[in-house]
C-alpha cells in the first residue's frame, strides 16, 4: 500500500532517484508496484543510471571466491569475521570439474567448465547466455599442452561485451614454445573470431584478471639485442574495441633481481605486483592510462617479514570506500588490508576453504545481454551521465522541493533515503 502510494506522492524523478538506490533484490521485486515502475527498472535508461550510481559509490558490492565451489561475501561484511561466505549454488552450472570464473563486468560474470562450456551470466538476475563453441586446434601437434588465459570487459567503443581467448601451445608444461592464438568474443554478434597476433608470444604466468582502460594485458618474454640467451619482459595492452597493440613501459624498479612479475586490476587501473628474490615485494598502479601523462606509481611495499614462503603471490583487490586501505589477496589463502597511510597490513582474514584459486570483485547490477544504447527515459528534468550532470539533476531536484513550498519537502536528500530504506525493508520482508 505505502509502495503504490508514493508515485502520487513524489515527482517522478524524486522516485526515479529513490529507486536508483537501492539493491537489486529489491528493484526486481518493485516491478509488480505498477506499470510505471516496471517500465522504468527495465528501461537501458534506468540500468546503466543504477549502474553508474553503484560504480561511483561502491556499493552493491560484492566478492566472489572459488575453489571447488563458489562463494560469495558482501564487501561490506569483509570484515565480520562472524559472517563466512555463502555457497552460490544457483549458477548456470556447480563449481566442479574445474569449472572457473574469468572476469567480470558491470556485474556480469564470464566463466566456464573444464570441458570448455563459456557463460555470460548475472548473478543478481540470476539470467546467462552459454557462448558457442569454437575450439582451438594444432592438428599438426595433437598431443601439445596448452596454457590457457581469458580475459572479460565491456567494449565502450562497441557498446559490446567481449571475450579475449589467449592460447598458448607448449611441448609439454614446462616445454618450449610452439605457437600461440588469440580469439575474441562479441556478445554482440554471438560469434567467435581470430584476432590479429603480436609478434612475441605472451607468458601466460602471472596474467590474472588483467583488464584495465578496456584492453587486457600481458607480460611477453623477447631476447634481448645483446644475446639472445638473455631475454627480457614487455608489458602488451590488447585494445579490446580496435583490436591493435602497443607496449606499455615497466615502472622504475627498486635495485636487485627480479623473481616475478603480476598483473592486475585494481580500482579500474592496472596493477604490476614486482616479486623480487630477496622476498620483498611492491605493486604499482599506472595512472593516466593511455594519456600522454601516463605513468606508473608505486603504493605497496612490503618487506619479507610478511611471507613465510619464498615463492608467495600479492594480487590486488580493491579499494576500501574510504580509498585509505587496499584489499589483498596473499598466496590465494588469505585476505588482508594494507594500511596506504601507516604502509602495513591488518585485518587479516583466512579463508573458510582449503584454498582459494582466486578472488574477484563484482557489482550488483540490472545488466542484460541485449541492452541497448541508453535512451533518456520520458521523465521531465532528470538526466543520465556525468558527475557534472548529477550535480545539475540534485539542484534540480532541491529546487523542486523549494518550489512545491511543502514541509514534507523540506529535507530533499533525507526523506529520499528514508524512503530506500523503507522500499528496502518492504521488499525483504513482504514477499
Known sequence: MIL?????????????????????????????????????ITSPYFIKLHLNRSVQTKDNLSLFMWDEYLYRLNFDFIDDHDLPPTI?????????????????????????????????????????????????????????FQEHTYGFSYDIINDDYKVVRLVVFK?????????FEIEVYSLKTNLWHKAEKFRHYPNSCGTRDSIAGGAMHWISTVPTVESESESKSLIVAFD??????????????????LFCLCLNTLGGCLSLSCH???????????????GKNEYWTKIISLPPAYFSDPFHIVKTIAYSKCGKKVLLNIDFECLVW????????????????????????????????????AEKFPIKGFQVGSRDEEMEVDCKMTALAMNLGNVRYGNLRAQVMALAFRICEICFFTI
Not at 579490446?240 to 633481481?257: A, L, S
Not at 623480487?276 to 593511455?290: A, F, H, P, R
Open 171 to 179: 611441448t609439454d608444461v614446462n616445454g618450449d614454445f610452439i605457437n
Open 338 to 373: 594494507y594500511n596506504l597511510e601507516q604502509q602495513a597490513l591488518e585485518g587479516i582474514r583466512e579463508h573458510d576453504t582449503d584454498q582459494l584459486f582466486e578472488v574477484v570483485t563484482c557489482l550488483e547490477s540490472l545488466v542484460s545481454f541485449n541492452v541497448p544504447e
Open 240 to 257: 579490446m574495441g580496435t583490436e591493435k597493440y602497443r607496449i606499455i613501459p615497466h615502472p622504475k624498479y627498486n635495485p636487485g633481481p
Open 276 to 290: 623480487y628474490c630477496s622476498m620483498n615485494v611492491d605493486v604499482y598502479v599506472l595512472k593516466e592510462y593511455g
Open 88 to 144: 552460490v549454488d544457483y549458477s548456470p552450472f556447480r563449481f566442479k570439474d574445474g569449472s572457473i570464473l574469468h572476469g567480470t563486468s558491470n556485474g556480469l560474470v564470464c566463466m566456464s567448465t573444464s570441458m570448455g562450456i563459456f557463460y555470460i551470466w548475472n548473478p543478481s538476475t540470476r539470467k546467462s547466455k552459454q557462448l558457442p563453441f569454437s575450439p582451438l586446434r594444432m592438428t599438426e601437434h595433437p598431443d601439445i
Open 4 to 40: 503504490s502510494m508514493m508515485s502520487p506522492l513524489l515527482p517522478d524523478e524524486i522516485v526515479t532517484d529513490i529507486l536508483s538506490r537501492l539493491p537489486v533484490k529489491c528493484l526486481l521485486r518493485s516491478r509488480c508496484v505498477s506499470k510505471f515502475w516496471l517500465a522504468l
